[in-house]
């Protein structure tokens, strides 16, 4: 990208000249007047260049190389994997904030509930199953998103292994994938305990038993991650945090590298 000024040159003009359709001609004109004040061509020239010298450094595909793009017809269901759980991830993720507007990530007794012994918590997911409209349904699709998600997670990682996907160049995607299978299953244990139900304490407590039977750092880790060594408002909390405001931030980052890297080497054919 040069630093020196262009050239004036009557733009509109030449807009005029040309034959162009409302469309392309209201396209040029919003591209000059972006151009005028934020060099936004040079911007596109250089991304332009770095597309296709990363392209020309990547070596050709298998299908490429043997011409055999069409007889790998089925494996598409399979290279589709990815996808699927990419979008099941957008699907919860919006349904999980809409979740949020109503739910209370808070394990005291619930004043004016009709359940004995509900929490706060319980009682808020049970308001938005039977009070909120549309509720059942928003709680069930953030449900169904999550569980799809996992299971296409898992799937695509078996697909990578057995077509051998993950030998180079392309084995630090594997790493990034393991990583992000990781964060998945996080996800879904931290979002397992928020409606702090029977099913929620037990497997938090579980997970408590886990971590203490870590060796020499066991009683640091159940501290870290639930608050002590029983189970409380501490515990609810760090699982609310974790689940709502750090790992989408984290998985959504690791996700755009991972796409990333797909893009500059391209969709690994079975070897």
């Known amino acids: 990208m040069s630093v020196e ?9 030449w807009i005029e000249e040309k034959d162009l359709t409302p469309i392309e001609s209201t396209f040029l004109t919003v591209l000059v007047w972006l151009d005028k004040r934020i060099r936004i061509v040079d911007y596109l020239e250089l991304l ?4 296709y010298r990363v392209n020309l450094q990547m070596p050709k595909s298998h299908t490429e190389q043997y011409n055999l793009d069409n007889k790998f017809w ?65 709680r069930s699709v953030h449900r169904w998103a999550a569980q799809v998600m996992t299971a ?34 996080v996800f879904g244990y931290t979002g397992y305990l928020l409606p702090w139900d029977q099913l929620a304490f037990w497997a ?5 038993e886990m971590s203490l039977s870590i060796p020499l750092i066991g009683e640091w880790v159940a501290q870290l991650m639930f608050g002590g060594f029983s189970l409380g408002q501490a515990t609810l909390q760090r699982m609310y945090i974790l689940h709502v405001f750090l790992l989408p931030f984290v998985v959504t980052a690791v996700i755009a590298i991972h796409l990333g890297l797909v893009w500059m080497q391209g969709i690994a054919e079975p070897h």
């Open 5 to 13: 000024r262009k050239d004036e040159h009557d733009h509109e003009s």
């Open 204 to 208: 938090g407590q579980i997970g408590v």
């Open 74 to 138: 089925y494996w598409y269901p399979l290279y589709s994997l990815g996808f699927f759980s990419t979008l099941a991830y957008l699907v919860a993720a919006i349904s999980g904030a809409l979740l949020g507007f109503y739910y209370s990530p808070s394990n005291a007794a619930a004043a004016a509930s009709s359940i004995e012994g509900a929490t706060v918590a319980y009682s808020s997911v049970a308001s938005i199953m039977t009070e909120l409209n549309f509720g059942f349904m928003l």
């Open 48 to 51: 332009e260049s770095l597309y």
């Open 152 to 185: 296409a997670v898992f799937l695509h990682m078996l697909r990578v292994y057995f077509t051998g996907a993950y030998k180079e160049p392309r084995e630090v995607n594997w790493i990034i994938g393991i990583i992000l299978l990781s964060l998945t299953m």
